[in-house]
């Protein structure tokens, strides 16, 4: 009799057991299909888009450009532009989340009201909250490992310029300009976060008040006062004749002949087909190009 309760016992736990990892197992497969699941989504942005279709998203619509984006996607339905989406033609779409520019946040902030659409707003502002913007944003379409992936390669050009870099210091002006007016990048510009990132030295980190905004107003008083190595001119606008602009000033006014960087012919006008005022995935380029402008022979 002990015997068969012993058995009884056993039996019992041996078919709790199996329960509970049958259960377990279920538990596990339907969380593997949850991260599995295909996310719908709609680009509204050229950064966004290229991004997305790195990461293998399901994209079913893109904004409306005349900029490059990948061949496959160019027949999908259109939404508008970056700071100006039709959200009628987003919503119809019915994606599973809607990612467009933080920066135009503001302006569709109301308009979104009417609409029940999940958005997720990528930060281009800088290089360094662009690459947590992919993080977050594999996170919400279920491409953790593949947003991973792509931020490990793009952190890759910065070890290359590091190997070049040695203990080279650089101070830097970066000077943006359209037309006749012209500004001074700070560190939370794309262009200075960029620069920080290859260990340049921006002279608008000197200046004494705490600079939040990307750019200020050029002071040439400022600039002849620290003298850098390095003066980076990047045209917005008329290419052509922005980058006029800037040789007519350094032209006209001699003081501007006083710096080193224009004694030692390190004035670098950057190319508007890898730089921009946000970031996207030229970035890779862009900090290799920085390098080898800063520390290259």
Do not use: W
């Amino acid at each position: 009799m002990k015997l068969k309760k012993v058995l009884s016992v056993l039996m019992v736990s041996a078919m709790f057991l199996t329960g509970c990892a049958s259960g377990n197992s279920g538990k596990q497969e339907e969380k593997k299909a949850e991260e599995e699941k295909s996310v719908k989504v709609v680009a509204c942005s050229v950064a966004a888009t290229n991004v997305l279709h790195e990461l293998g998203a399901d994209i079913i619509g893109i904004p409306t450009t005349q900029l490059d984006i990948p061949e496959d996607l160019k027949d999908l339905p259109q939404v508008g532009q970056a700071m100006a989406p039709d959200l009628e033609k987003v919503a119809s779409l019915e994606p599973d989340v809607f990612v467009m520019d933080k920066s135009f946040k503001e302006s569709v902030e109301e308009s979104m009201k009417e609409y029940d659409i999940n958005t997720f707003y990528i930060d281009t502002t800088t290089y360094t909250n662009f690459l947590t913007s992919i993080e977050e944003l594999g996170k919400e379409i279920n491409k953790q490992e593949e947003a991973e992936k792509l931020i490990s390669s793009l952190k890759e050009s910065e070890k290359e310029v590091a190997k070049i870099k040695g203990d080279t210091d650089a101070t830097v002006a970066i000077l943006f300009g359209s037309g006749e007016n012209f500004m001074l990048a700070t560190e939370t510009s794309y262009l200075g976060d960029l620069v920080k990132t290859v260990g340049g030295k921006n002279i608008a980190s000197k200046l004494d008040k705490n600079v939040e905004n990307g750019y200020v107003q050029l002071s040439l008083e400022y600039i002849l006062e620290q003298n850098p190595d390095y003066i980076l001119r990047f045209a917005h606008g008329n290419l052509e004749e922005t980058k006029k602009s800037f040789d007519k000033a350094f032209d006209k006014n001699p003081a501007y002949q006083e710096l080193n960087a224009v004694k030692n012919n390190k004035v670098v006008d950057l190319d508007s087909n890898v730089f921009n005022v946000s970031a996207n995935l030229k970035v890779k380029e862009a900090i290799q190009t920085l390098g080898d402008i800063l520390y290259g022979e």
